[in-house]
């Protein structure tokens, strides 16, 4: 969307910063279509890039126009409605899964296995950017399949790595992670599906509360309520002791490398909660996350923090993976830590650059929570470019 630019007086270090990058974000909406992708994002991240944007002026500010502010939120919102709570949205699913399957018959990303001390972590493309994953222990011959999606397939990696399916473990109810709950359920006839009662998961046999563990063989799984995506979103902790390895993070839609997941059935405290209760994990912790969505993250963090080392060499790193269709996962907890704009509210420098600047509250979790949900605001304007 086109932003038009007005001469003005700011007042306040904050509130002048959180306008100009609205005004980035904005004005580069405009120039998109005619923009190749991996430049655009280049021109965030490379130190070498020769073309630099002129710089702005301390005197004017960016003033997106109103129907930017929070495009199609009526349609988004009626959308999301039919897609959750009627038969429209699992017809839709099965519609993006016949899509997916014929546009990418191996998968949209190639990905590696982690073989840890007994236990095996595969990551399954399906869909057009979704991750499921498969946790095995490699010695019982047992497996957990994290969000199914396309049963078919997980089906073939069950097949192919010749173990057994005993568990689904379901993050949330959105068709995109929980659309092969049946088939899977209904050919594994000992497979329990586990998620939280709350949110609506199909198929659904064994429910869970926070804190709650799973066993499976060596498997040690527990459960943390998450929510904010969805009303009973949770993620599923892989413990690393039993294999003398590092813990590992399911995360479905709560967390993603560099970004996080809308905010549909929560508020912005909400939301935060559910972050911080990641961020009390052990740096080391991998991050699994339910989409591919690296490379686009990485540009929106280049917007709102573009001095974050950090961020600059990771995205270097994300750009070769992506030009050879690698996948990104997993990172570290540590990691996003450095670069996540999501997980960095406490921040000093987001705080001046986007927080609501002279007369807020000086309540630090209020300060965070309105300083997350205008993140949230500005990527979801970032992502419709």
């Excluded at 546009?103 to 869909?127: A, D, E, M, W």
Aim: overall charge positive.
């Amino acid at each position: 969307m086109a932003a038009v630019v007005a001469a003005t007086a700011l007042k306040g270090r904050g509130a002048r910063n959180a306008r100009v990058l609205r005004g980035i974000l904005s004005g580069a909406t405009a120039n998109k279509a005619s923009q190749n992708r991996t430049r655009a994002l280049q021109s965030h991240s490379s130190p070498e890039c020769k073309e630099e944007p002129e710089p702005l002026s301390p005197e004017l500010e960016y003033i997106p126009r109103k129907r930017g502010k929070n495009p199609m939120k009526a349609v988004g919102l009626a959308w999301y409605s039919l897609y959750t709570r009627t038969w429209l949205g699992y017809l839709f699913y099965r519609q993006q899964l016949r899509r997916a399957r014929n546009r990418y018959p191996k998968g949209h990303s190639k990905t590696q296995p982690r073989l840890f001390n007994g236990v095996k972590v595969l990551p399954i493309p399906v869909l057009s950017d979704n991750y499921s994953y498969l946790i095995i222990d490699t010695q019982a011959g047992l497996a957990v399949a994290v969000d199914p999606s396309d049963p078919r397939a997980v089906q073939a990696t069950i097949e192919k790595e010749r173990v057994n399916l005993v568990a689904i473990l379901c993050t949330h109810k959105h068709w995109d992670h929980s659309g092969g709950n049946r088939d899977l359920s209904r050919r594994h006839r000992d497979c329990r599906v586990y998620g939280s009662p709350q949110d609506g998961i199909p198929y659904l046999t064994h429910p869970l509360c926070h804190q709650d563990v799973v066993s499976v063989g060596r498997l040690q799984i527990r459960a943390l309520a998450t929510p904010g995506h969805t009303q009973g979103h949770l993620v599923y902790l892989l413990d690393g002791e039993p294999y003398k390895g590092p813990s590992c993070l399911f995360s479905g839609d709560l967390l993603f490398l560099s970004g996080c997941g809308r905010t549909f059935e929560g508020t912005a405290e909400t939301m935060l909660s559910s972050l911080d209760t990641v961020l009390d994990l052990g740096d080391d912790t991998l991050l699994w996350p339910g989409h591919e969505y690296a490379e686009e993250n990485l540009g929106f963090a280049g917007v709102v923090e573009p001095e974050n080392l950090a961020r600059e060499r990771k995205m270097q790193w994300v750009q070769r993976q992506r030009m050879e269709r690698k996948s990104t996962c997993p990172s570290t907890l540590g990691e996003e830590r450095a670069y996540n704009p999501f997980l960095r509210t406490h921040c000093l420098a987001l705080q001046e650059a986007l927080g609501p600047g002279p007369g807020s509250t000086s309540d630090d979790g209020c300060s965070r929570a309105q300083l997350l949900e205008e993140l949230r605001r500005l990527k979801d304007m970032h992502k419709s470019k």
